[in-house]
């Protein structure tokens, strides 16, 4: 990918395919250290970095949940030379872990976070939240055109409202956890599928060829999913050869039963 001028981007913690090529816990987050090993001591200097922009769990790039360690030791090097850490919960936040935000799963808090999705169940909004301490506190400064839209608001407090009434998150934890058991119990069963993971309702399968090689079959994985949309299940690619399995927060243990059912019809098929 080009680097965007200005812009440093830096391997993500993702063990089933180390790019270091170790091994999580042996590892011991190389991939966090470099940060400042690497990259801070040899490439930018920390008084150039405006902030540090992550994903707390990975989304396009393949629903992938970094060690808690990762997290830590990143939050650890931003507040050592007083970097920004911007959770980019866009995708991860708004309950879908069975948190409000991805980010609380590993204990860290950002400066800044990034929402949007979830925030107002699909009317148009988002919003850019930061500490206190950060804030501009000039008329006009955070002006935009489409800012404090008055629908999309109460769109946004109906959802909160709702959270707290329904307990969806409590929903998103046990169904979550229901839905990776039965991921797992798939990728015991199916040799195509390499791993499984997931917080919550943000989970997804990774097809590979076969779980030695773990060499990526996009073909397979696209045909699963395209399978499963003509029974009805509507899965989304992710990363280069996974499919996230993401249920509304307020999904029910039949309804997984019935989303598995139809995923397994599917690598039953393409496993022949
Ligand atoms: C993690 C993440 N950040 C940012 C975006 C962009 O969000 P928006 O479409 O609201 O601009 C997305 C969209 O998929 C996303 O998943």
Redesign the pocket.
Known sequence: MPEMPGVTHIPYAYCYRCPYKMEYPSCDVYCAKIIEEQYLDHVIPPEEVAAVFL?PI???GGYIVPPKQWHKEIRKITEKYGILEVA?????GFGRTGKWWAIEQFDVVPDVM?M??GIASGMPM?ACVFNEKYDIKQPGAHATTFAGNLVTTAAALATIKMFEDEKVLANATKQGAYLLKRENEMKEKYECIGDVRGIGLMTAVEIVKDKKSKAIDMDTRNKIVMGCMKKGLLTLFCGVSSIRVIPALTVNQAQIDTACEIIESELKAVSK
Request: hydrophobic share 15%.
């Open positions: 994903e990975q989304g396009e980019d919960e866009i995708q991860s990034c949007a999705k988002s």
